[in-house]
């Protein structure tokens, strides 16, 4: 029988509230399916800085990287900071050191959560970001030169990550369009009217696209793409896009279903993953159960494919599709979380969501 060790790392604020709720309904789908989920709790985040001096200490980062998969909350908090004042971010020193560098964030609207685009296609909208998450803007944190008279900050793209992001989207594509029965798309976003670095990322692009026939390859710059996600959302597939970009745009994206209570996110790496909410560590909502687990628990959902997709088996698949399932269940039949209005809390959502499991 298969045994999958899976590390735990709530962090902060509504982030051990949400992974509550998201363990929950994996325990439910794990019993059924006998899916052989083991969990380890450990202990990261700014709380973890603030009680140990560690924001992420070897042993956890270790047990982390052993682990089959790393399911994570979130983490971070006003005011907890490092000696040298820089921000506490575990979770990005996870993705740097296990060379995390694809940020898979699908948005997909769930029946029944109400939508701010009143057009009847809004429902059908169902497309991925895939955000470079390891170089980009990003690769310039901590190392930008800042004087009292200039603030300069470097964008860094490199030949193997692109490469890989290339690959992944066209992969993502070709598995989408398998199970959506459409023609797969892949949409790079970028700026190459004025950056020459992303006319090379659109030729490093091209050479993945060329072994792909069947997938649609364009190129969509990120002021137009922010115009027509709310123009036209339901029209994209895959869109990958530089670290900076996406972060942004998946925020964007988070708006059109719901918030960020909506929103899962993977980040993947050639051995490794961590799956989390795309969500942060929500300070004003903390410690009241009012947050929305539902982007942790379709967190979980990503995890089961992802590790199916690594020889896990079927079971994981279908437990998959029963979270998402039962998602949209709980929702059509009137589950309303603050967020969109409603007063569900977490726990509710979770007992919800498992009853229609
Ligand atoms: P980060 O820097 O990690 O991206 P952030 O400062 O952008 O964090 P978030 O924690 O993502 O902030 O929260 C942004 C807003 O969305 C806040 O008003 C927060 O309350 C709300 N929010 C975030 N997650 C949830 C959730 N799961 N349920 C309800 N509201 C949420
Ligand atoms: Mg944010």
Redesign the pocket.
């Known amino acids: 029988m298969n045994s999958f060790e899976i590390a735990v790392l709530g962090g902060d604020?509504?982030g051990p509230e949400?992974m509550e709720a998201g363990l929950a309904v994996l325990e439910a789908v794990d019993q059924r399916h006998k899916l052989g989920l083991r969990f380890s709790s450990h202990r990261a985040g700014a709380m973890a800085y603030r009680d140990t001096g560690e924001d992420l200490s070897e042993e956890v980062f270790a047990r982390s990287r052993d682990a089959d998969a790393i399911l994570l909350g979130?983490m971070?908090w006003p005011g907890i900071r490092r000696d040298d004042g820089t921000e506490l971010a575990p979770q990005i020193t996870l993705r740097m050191r296990l060379g995390l560098f694809g940020g898979v964030r699908p948005i997909r609207a769930i029946p029944g959560v109400p939508l701010p685009l009143r057009d009847p296609r809004a429902a059908k909208m169902d497309f991925v970001i895939l955000r470079e998450s390891t170089e980009g803007l990003f690769f310039s944190k901590d190392k930008g030169l800042i004087t009292h008279e200039m603030a300069e900050e470097t964008l860094r793209l490199t030949r193997p990550t692109s490469l890989a992001l290339a690959r992944m989207s066209f992969e993502l594509a070709g598995e989408r369009a398998a199970r959506l029965g459409r023609p797969g798309r892949v949409t790079l976003v970028d700026k190459a009217n004025v950056f020459r670095a992303f006319a090379w990322l659109r030729e490093v692009f091209g050479e993945v696209a060329a072994e792909h026939p069947g997938i649609v390859f364009d190129a969509h710059y990120v002021d137009a793409m922010a115009l027509d996600l709310i123009r036209r959302p339901w029209d994209f597939d895959v869109l990958p896009t530089e670290n900076m970009f996406g972060d942004i745009l998946s925020?964007l994206a988070a708006g059109l279903i719901g918030?960020?209570?909506f929103a899962p996110s993977a980040d993947l790496g050639a051995e490794h993953a961590v799956f989390q909410?795309s969500?942060?560590?929500?300070?004003?909502?903390a410690g009241k159960g009012?947050?929305?687990?539902t982007?942790m628990i379709l967190s979980g959902a990503m995890m089961l494919e992802w590790l199916a997709l690594r020889g896990g088996g079927d079971a994981l698949r279908a437990a998959a599709g029963e979270i998402r399932a039962a998602v949209d269940q709980a929702f059509a039949e009137g589950l309303r979380?603050?967020?969109i209005g409603g007063s569900h809390g977490t726990a509710e959502v979770g007992r919800r969501v498992i009853a229609a499991l």
Do not use: E, F, R, W
């Open positions: 604020g509504i949400v979130a971070g925020d918030g960020m209570g909410p969500h942060g560590t929500a300070p004003d909502i009012l947050a929305n687990p982007a979380t603050p967020d």
